[in-house]
């Protein structure tokens, strides 16, 4: 009976893998198809099309992300990193959603689509969660468990200060710098300029915890050996530059400088996957 139950439990598994990257191919096919007609009715300017190369980077994350994701959980269901990956292509995904919809809101068709507010909101927090994605992938990578029960409260730390940081920045009245035509529903005025700055710190925990994700995988290549160590080097060389991407990605959105915020993301946000796709082709990585 215990097997049976086993074997029903992983067919559930792969079945919902399968149609949660069926849905993810489903929702970026939309995503085409609205770009193109926001495009077609001469909104070009307003909205970074999955055609613009600034955008490129990101739909190749979530493309890495998601076939890391469908290998892992179809062959080994119960392995979480599969489910962390296929976490961080949904977390990366629903941003293109959002900004579309921001745009029909409050540009293209203002009358007919609502909640540009509410959009411009949500667009402004949706990159808060691929640290923290990214951060426990780094600390469990590759067996799924921490390195040591001290590198179990790194995944806690992040975990519980993305929540928090997003629940801080919804109530405070910081300028959606990206969504300048959305007023913040959710600010509360009683709670400012405190909220703003509890935001912006633990943003800061964040990206630390993230930077410690780094040293842990680092760590891990380091003991490792052999086959594992293979495993490990494209995923090792990706992380020792991530200091770098992380504080230029900090300092280009103080400094409101776009281009240089979305390739010092992209350095750690695509790369990552990426690294990762290749070891599992190549070094048959989670296996």
Not at 61 to 86: D, E, K, S, Y
Not at 118 to 142: Q, S, V
């Amino acid at each position: 009976i215990p097997a049976t139950m086993n074997a029903m439990t992983t067919r559930a598994a792969r079945r919902l893998a399968v149609g949660v990257l069926a849905l993810q191919g489903a929702i970026l096919t939309v995503t085409c198809a609205v770009d193109a007609w926001i495009v077609r009715n001469g909104y070009a300017d307003e909205v970074d099309t999955i055609l613009e190369p600034t955008v490129w980077p990101l739909v190749a994350a979530v493309l890495a992300a998601a076939g890391v994701g469908a290998v892992v959980t179809i062959q080994q269901p119960r392995n979480p990193m599969g489910w962390l990956f296929v976490g961080l292509s949904w977390a990366i995904l629903v941003s293109g959603p959002i900004d579309q919809w921001y745009t029909l809101a409050n540009v293209v068709q203002p009358s007919r689509v609502g909640g540009g507010d509410l959009a411009g909101t949500l667009g402004d927090k949706t990159f808060i969660p691929w640290f923290t994605l990214i951060t426990l992938i780094l600390l469990l990578t590759p067996t799924g468990t921490f390195l040591s029960s001290r590198w179990r409260w790194v995944g806690r730390v992040t975990v519980g200060a993305c929540v928090a940081t997003l629940v801080a920045s919804l109530v405070s009245d910081a300028k959606l710098d990206d969504y300048p035509l959305a007023d913040n529903p959710f600010s509360v005025a009683a709670l400012n300029p405190a909220a703003a700055w509890v935001a912006y710190l633990l943003l800061l925990v964040v990206a630390g915890c993230l930077l410690l994700g780094g040293v842990s995988l680092v760590l891990r290549f380091r003991r490792a050996e052999g086959d594992a160590r293979r495993q490990l080097l494209w995923l090792a060389l990706v992380v020792v530059p991530l200091p770098a991407f992380v504080v230029l990605a900090f300092v280009a959105s103080y400094a409101d400088l776009q281009l240089i915020q979305i390739v010092a993301t992209a350095g750690f946000v695509t790369l990552v996957p990426v690294a990762a796709g290749l070891s599992v082709l190549r070094y048959r990585l989670y296996d």
